[in-house]
């Protein structure tokens, strides 16, 4: 279990990163008259968050990771693919961004 917690924490650190890049592009973005939208992953997305910002995602995963610290091993099997399923959405999402910009 601790590998576990290991790995998504290691990815949850890469995502921030590109969380932070990503959000100063967007603000750059935004200043140029560019980037009109109102959230970034809309309502069919696993994530409970609506902002224009990837670290409000970014923190959203961070919270449900270290909530799995405090379960049982039955239950972290319950919730776990639905936290994978974020990051993989996140780390995905701020790929095509980084292409994108």
Known sequence: MNNLLEALNT???QAYRKAVDADNSLNALQQDGKGK???IFGDDTPFTTR???FISYVQELAEDIQALKTLEDEQVKASLPSVVKKLELLLTTLGKFKQAV
């Open 11 to 13: 990815n949850l650190e």
């Open 37 to 39: 939208f109102t959230t």
């Open 51 to 53: 902002s224009k910002r």
